[in-house]
T-cell receptor
Framework: AQSVTQLGSHVSVSEGALVLLRCNYSSSVPPYLFWYVQYPNQGLQLLLKYTTGATLVKGINGFEAEFKKSETSFHLTKPSAHMSDAAEYFCAVSDQNKLVFGAGTILRVKS | DTGVSQDPRHKITKRGQNVTFRCDPISEHNRLYWYRQTLGQGPEFLTYFQNEAQLEKSRLLSDRFSAERPKGSFSTLEIQRTEQGDSAMYLC????????????FGPGTRLTVT
């Protein structure tokens, strides 16, 4: 079965600093990979996805992620953090007809 | 298109009572999913529908849980004889007809069983 590991349940960065949220996956087939963001008491919003093709994927709000098959990774980055980026971020991998999510990483942005 | 909607947003119930949640997906989406999210965890898959057919159920979905999607439109998730362990956020999502298509999530229904 597919699985996702997100390294670091909490990440803290200063406003304007680089954001790096780590995601490693396990999949027996070529994966489809997703990053979602969740604000308090809200549902999940899709940031970006990788299906096939270019391994560097750009998403909304300046986020991007790179699919590295050799490392089984799909880390999320943003060059400059903004206060509004403070939220919980989930990495997910497709597993037949559903998504398997990691445990999430809470991003804190310090002013 | 107003996105995926869920009702109610919050539900407090006493142990042993039955509860029912509703999800209205994005209109042109054939697939509808239910997930459960507990504090500090990512969403966990419960079940999914392709149109009106329920095609997969997780082992998390005990006999006390039942889901329907009549006519392939809205869906309901019922929990019978609620237990404190059922307290969680119940998320609904919908997508077009392939796993590669992104799933759009509703705001969730937060269930508290006292």
């Amino acid at each position: 079965a597919q699985s996702v590991t997100q390294l670091g349940s909490h990440v803290s960065v200063s406003e304007g600093a680089l954001v790096l949220l780590r995601c490693n996956y396990s999949s027996s087939v070529p994966p489809y990979l997703f990053w979602y963001v969740q604000y308090p008491n809200q549902g999940l919003q899709l940031l970006l996805k990788y299906t096939t093709g270019a391994t560097l994927v750009k998403g909304i709000n300046g986020f991007e992620a790179e699919f590295k098959k050799s490392e089984t990774s799909f880390h999320l980055t943003k060059p400059s953090a903004h206060m509004s980026d403070a939220a919980e971020y989930f990495c997910a991998v497709s597993d037949q007809n559903k998504l398997v999510f990691g445990a999430g990483t809470i991003l804190r942005v310090k002013s | 298109d107003t996105g995926v909607s869920q009702d109610p947003r919050h539900k407090i119930t006493k142990r042993g009572q039955n509860v029912t949640f509703r999800c209205d997906p994005i209109s042109e989406h054939n697939r509808l999913y239910w997930y459960r999210q507990t504090l500090g965890q990512g969403p966990e898959f419960l079940t999914y529908f392709q149109n009106e057919a329920q095609l997969e159920k997780s082992r998390l979905l005990s006999d006390r849980f039942s889901a329907e999607r009549p006519k392939g439109s809205f869906s309901t998730l019922e929990i019978q004889r609620t237990e404190q362990g059922d307290s969680a956020m119940y998320l609904c999502a919908s997508s077009k007809d392939r796993i590669s298509y992104e799933q759009y999530f509703g705001p969730g229904t937060r269930l508290t069983v006292t």
